[in-house]
């Protein structure tokens, strides 16, 4: 290992990988490895790798489940922090539950029924972490997680501490957290209600998106942002991109807005697929489109640069 790694996990509990694949790690199974793939092993800890990270001047990303991650060929340089899925201690009070970031985003309706409480029936079928849940505000036209969110705790290299919903800037797909933070807990309300209504509608919920969605398939779900006043789905579907396939990869046939790895896909595939998307909607619609999944790691400068001008 080069010195700032050795030096990077010096003493950790956690856990580490030098050049760890991180195909496996995000659910469109494409790209090369991280630096160095972290897991803290406790919140103390995590503020130590931030602290270490900026002292040697290493650059630091955060993966979740990687629902929502396209992660370049050549990989990600520097540390890549994940958080294991109990970093925190989880709590409950009255209608409110404090659950750790590094949780699938399922454990938050499941916690609010294994108490009386719901609200949280838009999570259904979301893939991922409840940290990255924050970090993109998931959620569908039923409810986002800004609805429930009361505070987040944030660690920085400088500690750790709650912060409320509202400093977080959590909007469409979107957040403005701090630069440098790591969510590690949130804390949400749920409201008392029909735990067993709730359960259907997230089951008939999860039955509408496998006749909907490619679910058989490796995706990072719908790949644009809607953009205002519009559907980002409708627009592609028009520009006749459906079924259209490049190297390993494909816009779906089942879902205009989502691109499936049809075995063997590269990163250079996918963001092919996105340029060639974003250019067809541009010439036909007049219409930019913003990406919701987000590019990590060192793609080709050329294709890079196409994609942003296209
Ligand atoms: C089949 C499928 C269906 C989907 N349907 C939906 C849907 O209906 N609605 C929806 O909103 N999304 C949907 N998604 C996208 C995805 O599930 C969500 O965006 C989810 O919130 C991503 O969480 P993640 O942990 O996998 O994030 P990742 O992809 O790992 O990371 C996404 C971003 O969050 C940041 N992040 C992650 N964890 C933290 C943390 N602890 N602290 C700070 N930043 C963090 C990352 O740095 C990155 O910028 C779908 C994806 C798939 C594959």
Do not use: C
Request: proline share 6%; aromatic share 4%.
């Amino acid at each position: 290992m080069t010195d700032w790694r050795r030096e990077i996990v010096r003493g950790l509990r956690g856990s580490w990988t030098p050049d760890a694949p991180l195909a496996p790690r995000t659910t469109i199974r494409v790209g090369g490895p991280a630096e160095l793939l972290a897991l803290p092993g406790g919140p103390g800890e995590l503020v130590g790798l931030l602290a270490a990270a900026r002292r040697l001047g290493i650059p630091v990303s955060i993966l979740g489940g990687g629902a929502d991650t396209l992660v370049a060929d050549r990989g990600v340089r520097g540390l890549v922090i994940r958080l294991p899925p109990e970093l925190g201690e989880e709590a409950a009070e009255d209608d409110r539950l404090l659950l750790p970031a590094g949780a699938p985003i399922a454990r938050l309706a499941a916690r609010g029924h294994a108490r009386g409480l719901v609200g949280a029936e838009f999570t259904a079928g979301i893939p991922g972490t409840l940290g990255g849940a924050v970090a993109l505000d998931a959620g569908t036209r039923a409810g986002e997680l800004r609805d429930l969110l009361l505070r987040a705790e944030l660690a920085t290299a400088d500690g750790i501490g709650f912060v409320p919903a509202a400093a977080l800037g959590l909007g469409y797909r979107s957040s403005r957290l701090p630069a440098g933070a790591v969510v590690t807990r949130l804390e949400v309300r749920l409201r008392p209600g029909d735990v067993a209504a709730s359960r259907a509608a997230m089951a008939a919920d999860l039955a509408r998106r496998r006749e909907t969605q490619p679910l058989d398939q490796p995706t990072f779900g719908s790949t644009f942002r809607n953009p205002p006043g519009g559907f980002a789905g409708a627009l592609l579907e028009a520009a006749g991109l459906k079924g259209h396939r490049l190297g390993g990869a494909a816009w779906s046939e089942r879902h205009a807005n989502f691109v499936v790895n049809l075995g063997g896909a590269t990163a250079a595939d996918v963001l092919g697929l996105l340029a060639l998307a974003r250019r067809r909607v541009r010439e036909r619609a007049g219409v930019h489109l913003e990406a919701e999944v987000r590019l990590l790691g060192e793609f080709e400068p050329a294709q890079r640069a196409e994609f942003e001008a296209a």
